[in-house]
């Protein structure tokens, strides 16, 4: 069974703070991703990474950063936080970039940000 | 552009049939999958499409339409635990998946 799993089930941090929400896959998948889930919205990504120490921006990478020096840990960094990226962040990963697999998700993060 | 939708709740009884559609307007569409998401929880892959037709998996079948740019989730002998919200997501040219925001499905005794 493909296991993803996130450093925190529940997070409470204050406006300013540096933020580290980590990822973990023991599939060697090569693709890693992080979203946002918002009530109301569909899942909107952050980043993904084909590959180690590769990266690319998502659709909403404003205030975040990624960093992916191990294939199997793939970690989402809000720099400075904010009340508006009070969310639940999901991490997924899935096996061959190019190809229509399945990807798996993580718990999720639900994030507070005071 | 890109866009996705399906109905934002949907209410059924246990033991009926519930039908949820999810039209897109995708570039270079992929295929289109569909999700499970009990609250609170991660969601969990059902089913995925890419040719027209039906695929059937035990109580739950998906059906695309790729000329129609349609799909929906049929679940049969609803039970309980089958109230959760149902997430259709089509894949573009470049792979990535484009999400709708979800359907939230209400079983009732």
């Known amino acids: 069974d493909v296991k993803v799993t996130q450093s925190s089930r529940y997070l409470v941090k204050r406006t300013g703070e540096k933020v580290f929400l980590e990822c973990v896959q023991d599939?060697?998948?090569?693709?890693m991703f992080w979203y946002r889930q918002d009530p109301g919205l569909g899942l909107r990504l952050i980043y993904f990474?084909?590959?180690?120490?590769?990266?690319e921006k998502g659709d909403i990478p404003e205030g975040y950063s990624v960093s992916r020096e191990k294939k199997e840990r793939f970690s989402l960094i809000l720099e400075s936080a904010s009340t508006n990226q009070t969310s639940m962040y999901l991490c997924?990963?899935?096996?061959?970039?190019?190809?229509?697999?399945?990807?798996?998700f993580g718990p999720g993060t639900r994030l507070l940000v005071l | 552009g890109q866009n996705i939708d399906q109905p934002t709740e949907m209410t059924a009884t246990e033991g009926a049939i519930v039908q949820i559609n999810c039209t897109y307007q995708?570039?270079?569409?992929?295929?289109l999958f569909w999700y499970q998401q009990h609250a609170g929880e991660a969601p969990t892959f059902l089913s995925y499409?890419?040719l027209d037709g039906l695929e059937e998996k035990g109580r739950f079948s998906s059906f695309l339409s790729r000329s129609k740019g349609y799909s929906y989730l049929l679940l049969k002998e609803l039970q309980m635990k089958d109230s959760a919200s149902y997430l259709c997501?089509?894949?573009?040219?470049?792979?990535?998946?484009?999400w709708g925001a979800g359907t939230k499905l209400i079983i009732k005794p």
């Open positions: 997924a990963s899935r096996s061959l970039a190019g190809e229509a697999e399945t990807q798996y």
């Open positions: 599939m060697d998948h090569e693709n």
């Open positions: 997501a089509s894949m573009d040219s470049n792979y990535q998946l484009i």
């Open positions: 990474s084909y590959d180690v120490k590769m990266k």
């Open positions: 499409n890419v």
């Open positions: 995708t570039s270079g569409f992929n295929g």
